[in-house]
């Protein structure tokens, strides 16, 4: 991996600007710049063939100052100890700017699930969570779903966890089924929280979301629901969806149920049929002329050397690191609005914090209320980040909104860690 796209550099290198505008003192910073621990496994699992495989698993525990380490894991072949521990800094900054009582971690496995079947998920599944046991919990480190993991495997591992305490502990993973005390609104919180954020920047940029023409890049967890609520919930037209085999275009808009059958039938959405649409690769995707662009998929999909080309007034960052901090400087001289990351995908991890007080309290809400209260926590974060970025600007210095966010986060990390004298 070239050393300026490996995501633990980019997220060190994040974590070093904000710090040298905050002025964070270097003692904070030191200890911010490494994860708290890494866990880094070998797992034998037993095979539906009969053979044994093994995989590389990890556990990062980023930073736990501000409460149980809180962040999902990833099934993907190409998974890395530097992804996880990117990944957990930046769950650190996604609960912190969240106010939620989260530190940031992170889990992955290195593993190709379109090649398992279900009886081969279920193992690893389970002799992840007997490999990692000790190291969660509901107060110390609590996983979730993210690229690749789904309900099922969340309650997988619930079980075995139970299994391996002796009692049911819904509160050690979130993400879960609601048949095992999941949240109702878990499941879309990550793309209805982004939604929520994008009606606030539409508000400030005054783009009329039912105008609005939307390009997706994904269509797993976060990207399929961007379709669905930036329809149902905003009125806005997507005219462009991906998945990793490549895209499709539609300038006069992308039909769910077609989508659905191209997956279906051909294994990508580049399999839909209409006379007006087109197939795209992933890279036209992202440079199509559209009002909104959501790469909802993976890290560093925005680069140097394509940001120059990016063709939208407002992008919002629903997968986890998808522009490097070049292409967030070019963005921002190029002044089109950037949202971080750590806001825009909040939803899913703030859905995850009410899905673990519902466990831990044994009251379970209604839809209607997760959606609120999630409306009212990520739109306060979206308020707040564009406040300090006016805060610096009114002292003359432009901050774009990744380090405005950053920095919100940071302080809230830094001040915790001091007064419980850390240093
Ligand atoms: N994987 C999601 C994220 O990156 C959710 C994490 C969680 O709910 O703990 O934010």
Redesign the pocket.
């Known amino acids: 991996m070239a050393e300026e796209l490996n995501p633990f550099k980019i997220a060190q290198h994040q974590l070093e600007e904000a710090a040298g505008i905050m002025k964070l003192d270097r003692q904070a910073l030191d200890i911010l710049k490494e994860p708290k621990r890494t866990l880094i496994m070998n797992i034998p699992v037993k095979m539906s063939n009969g053979k044994t495989q093994t995989f590389t698993a990890f556990r990062v525990r980023y930073n736990d100052a501000l409460g149980p380490a809180?962040?999902?894991i990833r099934f993907h072949p190409q998974e890395s100890v530097d992804t996880v521990k990117a990944?957990s800094a930046?769950?650190t900054w996604?609960c912190s700017l969240a106010e939620i009582p989260f530190g940031g971690g992170?889990g992955g496995v290195i593993c190709d699930t379109k090649k398992m079947n279900d009886k081969d998920l279920e193992a690893l599944s389970r002799a992840y969570a007997r490999a990692v046991f000790k190291d969660i919990g509901p107060d110390v480190d609590?996983?979730?779903?993210?690229v690749y993991t789904t309900p099922q495997i969340m309650a997988w591992i619930m079980d075995e966890y139970a299994n391996m305490v002796g009692h049911n502990e819904f509160g050690v993973i979130?993400?879960k089924p609601v048949e095992i005390w999941g949240s109702e609104g878990r499941m879309d919180s990550?793309a209805l929280g982004g939604m929520f954020v994008m009606r606030e920047a539409a508000k400030m940029l005054k783009l009329n979301p039912k105008k609005a023409t939307i390009a997706v890049q994904g269509f797993g967890n976060a990207g399929k629901f961007a379709y669905t609520l930036s329809k149902k919930v905003l009125g806005s037209k997507v005219v462009a969806i991906s998945d990793s085999e490549g895209g499709v275009y539609d300038p006069t808009g992308l039909d769910l149920d077609k989508l659905e059958e191209a997956k279906q039938k051909t294994g990508s959405v580049q399999g839909y049929k209409s006379k007006t649409a087109r197939k795209i690769t992933n890279e036209e995707l992202l440079e199509l002329k559209v009002d909104i662009l959501i790469p909802a998929a993976i890290e560093n999909q925005v680069k140097e050397d394509n940001a120059d080309r990016i063709n939208c007034k407002l992008l919002l960052e629903l997968a986890?690191g998808p522009v490097t901090p070049e292409a967030t400087n070019i963005l921002f001289e190029r002044k089109i609005l950037d949202l971080p990351d750590f806001l825009v995908?909040?939803g899913?991890?703030i859905?995850?914090y009410f899905e673990w007080v519902q466990n831990r309290t044994g009251y379970y809400w209604e839809t209607e209320r997760f959606d609120a209260e999630l409306d009212k926590k990520i739109t306060t974060s979206f308020k707040e980040t564009m406040a300090m970025q006016k805060a610096y600007a009114d002292k003359g210095e432009k901050i774009n909104p990744r380090m405005a966010a950053y920095i919100i986060a940071i302080d809230r990390v830094a001040k915790a860690m001091k007064v419980r004298g850390w240093y």
């Open positions: 809180k962040g999902g990944l930046w769950m996604k992170k609590i996983p979730a779903p993210d979130t993400g990550t986890n995908n909040s899913g991890v859905g995850s």
